[in-house]
Structures are given as C-alpha cells and as structure tokens.
C-alpha cells in the first residue's frame, strides 16, 4: 500500500492505496509533463486517505465494536490457571490487546490475590488503560457487563478440576502418583477464590 506507478497504454497515473473495515482505498493521480506536481498531489491524497483511516479506527475504538466477541466476553481476556514447578497454581486473568499500527500488549491479574470479581474490574481498568479509553465511559460500563461470562468460567474450571480429582477415569488412577497432586493444587487454587468472591458477595 502507499503510491505506486500505474500504467494504462500510453498514460500514467500515480496510485494511492490505503486499506481500512477490510476494504482497499484506491485514487488515481494523473501524471503530466510535470512529475513533481502530480507527485506533491499524490501525497496529498494519501494524507487525507491517512485522515479517514484513522477516523475510523477511533470511531470504532469508541463504540466498543472489536473489543467483543459474538458470545459477549471481551477480546483479549482469559481466564487461565497457570502452574510452576514447585509453586502453588496461579489462577489469573491474561489480557492482550491488539490495536492497529501498534504492538501488542500483555498483562496479567491475579485472580488468587484479588477473587474473581474484583481481579476482572481491575483487569478490565487494565484493558481500558492499554486502549487508552476512559474509565466510567460507555466502553468500560459495557466491558464491565462481562463479568457474568468470567465467574461462570471460574466455576466450571473449578467444577472440572474437582471432577478429575474426585471421579478419576480408570486411565488416570493408573497415573495417580503422578497427576493426583497437580489436580489437588489446581482444585484448592480454585477453591481459595471463590471462598474470597463469596466474602465479598456477603459484605455486599
């Protein structure tokens, strides 16, 4: 994308491409005798392509519309339990956020420190503070409205891990000395948040 010289016959055109919702942009500057003319009016064709995209892009950014997936939950955000040898499993909230023209990020909260509802506010603040959206705006109101999806995903994750501890398959008892302890691990892990998150519902 950018400028390019295009060809017709015997005619010459300068072609400027900019790509944006999936689509290419395209204008064709003719070019004269004058070369830099037509050159200096290319440039400024691309700037003003250059204008639009960016519109869009912050008028997309503004309405929340890539920030959610069809289901509801929020692009981006997992929740995962992660485990390091000879360390107690560490269940978080992984965020990435990918914008346009720009590398992506990563963060993490940890849902053992804070319980599950109050690791997905701060993880969402984190999202809005990597997308450079305000807090209490109509994006983060939105955002916040997942919350509902993250705490059903705690409990089913819970519930799987107590399943594999509890109603082993014949094939894992035959390997109990070695995935017995790291199911017990995960299974306490979700039990240590979501004794926290059913605090914090009674304080409410």
């Not at 050159?39 to 503004?62: F, G, N």
């Not at 969402?124 to 305000?134: G, P, T």
């Not at 979501?194 to 409410?204: A, D, F, I, N, R």
Request: aromatic residues 6%; contains cysteine.
């Amino acid at each position: 994308m950018g400028i390019t010289l295009f060809t017709d016959g015997d005619r010459r055109y300068y072609r400027v491409t900019k790509a944006w919702n999936g689509k290419e942009h395209q204008v064709y500057v003719r070019v004269g005798k004058n070369e830099d003319k037509a050159m200096k009016e290319a440039r400024k064709v691309e700037e003003d392509l250059e204008v639009r995209r960016k519109a869009y892009i912050q008028k997309k950014k503004l309405s929340g519309e890539d920030i959610f997936h069809e289901d509801g939950r929020i692009v981006g955000l997992q929740l995962q339990v992660r485990h390091r040898e000879g360390r107690k499993p560490c269940t978080e909230f992984k965020i990435r956020v990918k914008e346009p023209d720009k590398k992506a990020l990563f963060k993490s909260v940890s849902v053992n420190a804070h319980g599950v509802e109050d690791a997905f506010e701060r993880a969402v603040d984190k999202i809005c503070e990597m997308r450079d959206l305000s807090i209490g705006g109509d994006v983060h109101k939105k955002m916040l409205l997942a919350k509902k999806h993250y705490v059903e995903d705690a409990k089913s994750l819970a519930g799987i891990l107590d399943e594999n501890v509890s109603s082993p398959s014949e094939e894992s008892v035959q390997k109990k000395d070695k995935s017995f302890g790291i199911f017990d691990q995960l299974k306490h892990s979700m039990q240590d948040f979501l004794k926290k998150q059913s605090g914090q519902t009674k304080k409410k």
